[in-house]
């Protein structure tokens, strides 16, 4: 069982930044694609990005490109997401999440791990 835990959520105005991070723990040596969701009042969840074990390989959704940066290191066992520029539609609840699959995926279907989520607020 893999437990995750998320941190570096916050208030801040908008064009400001923020860096999340998330731990992991438990048999993190399988190979896992690590992903970060996020849910806003009324809206379903979605993937704002993931990447592959290795880390060569990312997604991002379109609303978030160029502003977010997900980087994970395998020796500390942590995944983080680089935000910057960032709007008012950027709020949301932020969720860590992984899956026990070598290929990128964005579905909320595929991942098996899931952490308890980080608030992000961006205020005018």
């Known amino acids: 069982q893999v437990q995750l835990v998320e941190s570096g959520g916050g208030l801040v105005q908008a064009g400001g930044s923020l860096r999340l991070s998330c731990a992991a723990s438990g048999p993190t040596s399988v190979n896992y694609v690590m992903g970060w969701f996020r849910q806003a009042p009324g809206k379903e969840r979605e993937c704002v990005a993931a990447?592959?074990?290795?880390?060569?390989?990312?997604y991002y959704t379109d609303s978030v490109k160029g502003r977010f940066t997900i980087s994970k290191d395998n020796v500390k066992n942590t995944v983080s997401l680089e935000m910057n520029s960032l709007k008012l539609e950027d709020t949301a609840v932020y969720y860590c999440?992984?899956?026990?699959?070598?290929?990128?995926?964005?579905?909320?279907?595929?991942?098996?791990?899931w952490g308890q989520g980080t608030q992000v607020t961006v205020s005018s």
């Open positions: 999440a992984a899956a026990g699959r070598v290929t990128l995926t964005t579905s909320m279907s595929e991942y098996d791990y």
């Open positions: 990447i592959s074990w290795s880390g060569v390989r990312t």
